[in-house]
């Protein structure tokens, strides 16, 4: 009976966030402005949401830090940087990606190259999740009806969000460029690429603005958003490895951002359409948002079944709780087999012509023995860090069931804690673990059938080797939505740091103890002759000490 020690008492009203109260003066009259109360509301939204974009906007600034630091490295002389442009422009497959190479011959031309396109890409993700966190996912929770109820306008809580994104990303650009050139890169260019950086973001704000009055809920407004930038990547990606005619770049808005060649024959008036772009589409979202109900939205859900039985208990009941986005993940694995299979066959004469190309792309491999297998790992490795946000992401939606107080109804009910935990355990785990299979395997048979020295089962052990790193990063946010659910940010901490130690750690040969803090370091290469297995059983180790944790944890608080 433990397990229901909370799940009895009287629910409470939802009530705000500590600390949320926006200051209003009493006997403030109501007005009849459609945004009333902007300004006390979104300074403690930005008070509030200040710690959970900086991750991002440090994070990318340093994707162009490292490009500079890396190129200055990596190609110190002249010669060094001809070979890599001509050698660039030969492989098409690597435009999927970073875009198309073009002349690499200067630090900014490789900034550019490397940066634009992911930096867009993820400051794009950063500006949807900020809207989408403070318009839908309040109303989803209650919190929003109650700063509703007071004096506030009703386009107040859009236009809040709206603003914070728009603070965040002209933040990214800001900061971006001023490490990128305390590092050496020129300024004008790199000026051009942050810019790039904040008008990709404010575009993706407005999507986001209309996607949250599209649909039902948060978990649907933020899946429409992030599917659309993701289609527009990677279609962006397609157009460049086909060499597609050159008014293809101009299908999406990423595109619109590469056409600026921040380091080439620059031209500005790209902003103006991403400033028009973002105009329209805001103005669009405050249309709808102005016409739409409280709570509701353009797609409605549907009906639920006309009985509530479930199949499969409580188990049954999280994995169709959680099938749709599982779906949409193993969807997008596919895609992501597919870019990183035609990708892993063709780098090899890249290789070839190049070794120092090793040092960016295949994790500091040093000889050209090492290069594929060390390619193929880190792949892999890029992979199981995707495949981890999608169980993490499972997780934290456990977290939202209990703040949005729908678990205690079904603590209340048979469903022990540990049950409940373990369901949400199998469900996150096993995404994870299917969406690894799916795209290792892709990426096994595809890069076999093109390039024959690259073997199946090569690939496949690399691939089941990696799945205890990816589910060492989801036990990480399990303990800790599990024992103390108000510390949740530290398991999206977690998993930055750890994509942070992966990606950029072997390029600059950090010391070995601090790669170790990623569970993706222990990971053994299969085809080395001789294979370190005390790592990798470490990871299962603490894989067991973290469910520990959680259940004990969940087992002994109350419940929010």
């Known amino acids: 009976m433990s397990g ?63 490009s500079v630091l890396a190129y200055i490295w990596i190609f110190p002389d002249q010669a060094s940087r001809a070979q890599l442009s001509a050698t660039l422009s030969g492989n098409p497959a690597l435009s999927i990606i970073f875009g198309p190479p073009g002349d690499l011959s200067t630090t900014e031309a490789f900034n550019t190259w490397r940066a634009l396109a992911l930096g867009g890409f993820f400051g794009s993700l ?94 649907a407004a933020q899946t429409m958003s992030v599917a659309l930038l993701g289609g527009w990547f990677v279609l962006r990606g397609y157009l460049d490895a086909s060499a597609a005619p050159e008014w293809t770049t101009w299908l999406t808005p990423l595109g619109w951002m590469q056409a600026v060649k921040p380091a080439g024959d620059y031209t500005l008036w790209p902003f103006a359409l991403a400033a028009v772009f973002t105009a329209a589409t805001l103005a669009v979202a405050f249309g709808l948002n102005g016409r739409r109900d409280f709570g509701a939205a353009l797609i409605q859900p549907r009906p639920g079944p006309a009985t509530a039985e479930h199949r499969g208990g409580i188990f049954g009941f999280t994995f169709q709780l959680n099938l749709a986005s599982s779906a949409a993940w193993l969807a997008g694995f596919v895609v992501l087999g597919l870019v990183f299979g035609y990708l892993s066959s063709s780098v090899r004469d890249l290789f070839a012509t190049d070794p120092n190309i090793g040092k960016i792309l295949g994790s500091g491999a040093t000889d050209t023995s090492q290069l594929m297998s060390g390619f193929i790992g880190m792949i892999l490795k890029m992979v199981g860090i995707i495949a981890a946000v999608a169980g993490v992401q499972i ?15 079904l603590l209340a009910s048979r469903v022990t804690r540990t049950k409940y935990l373990a369901s949400y355990l199998l469900v996150s785990f096993g995404t994870a673990l299917v969406a690894m299979l799916v ?27 990696t799945i205890p790193a990816v589910w060492t990063v989801i036990a990480l946010s399990f303990a800790v939505v599990g024992a103390h659910p108000q ?74």
């Open 439 to 465: 795209a290792t395997s892709i990426i096994a048979f595809l890069g076999s059938a093109l390039d024959q020295d690259l073997r199946v089962p090569n690939i496949l052990g690399q691939g089941l080797m």
């Open 487 to 560: 510390r949740k940010i530290v398991g999206w901490l977690g998993l930055v740091a750890v994509f942070a130690l992966t990606i950029f750690g072997p390029m600059f040969n950090l010391w070995h103890w601090i790669l170790g803090i990623s569970p993706f370091h222990h990971v053994p290469v299969v085809t080395a002759a001789t294979i370190n297995w005390g790592g990798w059983l470490a990871i299962n180790l603490v894989i067991l000490v973290l469910l520990t944790v959680s259940f004990i944890g969940f087992n002994r608080r109350d419940l929010l």
């Open 4 to 66: 229901h020690q909370s799940s009895h008492a009287a629910p409470e009203p939802a009530t705000t966030r500590p600390g949320l109260t926006p200051d209003l003066s009493p006997g403030t009259k109501p007005s009849t402005s459609s945004t009333t109360g902007l300004r006390p509301y979104a300074a403690m939204v930005l008070r509030q949401d200040v710690r959970n974009f900086m991750p991002w906007v440090i994070l990318i600034s340093l994707l162009s830090v490292t």
């Open 126 to 219: 950063m500006a949807t999740f900020i809207v989408v966190r403070y318009t839908r996912a309040d109303e989803d929770t209650g919190q929003a009806e109650l700063f509703a109820s007071g004096v506030m306008g009703r386009q107040t809580r859009l236009a809040a969000a709206v603003l914070v994104a728009t603070v965040a990303s002209v933040l990214l650009g800001i900061v971006s460029f001023l490490l990128t050139i305390a590092f050496g890169a020129g300024a004008f260019d790199t000026m051009l690429l942050s810019a790039t950086f904040t008008a990709n973001a404010l575009m993706a704000t407005g999507i986001a603005a209309i996607a949250v009055q599209i649909g039902a809920d948060a978990r």
């Open 395 to 409: 997780i934290m939606r456990m977290a939202a069931e209990e703040t949005a107080m729908r678990t205690d109804p």
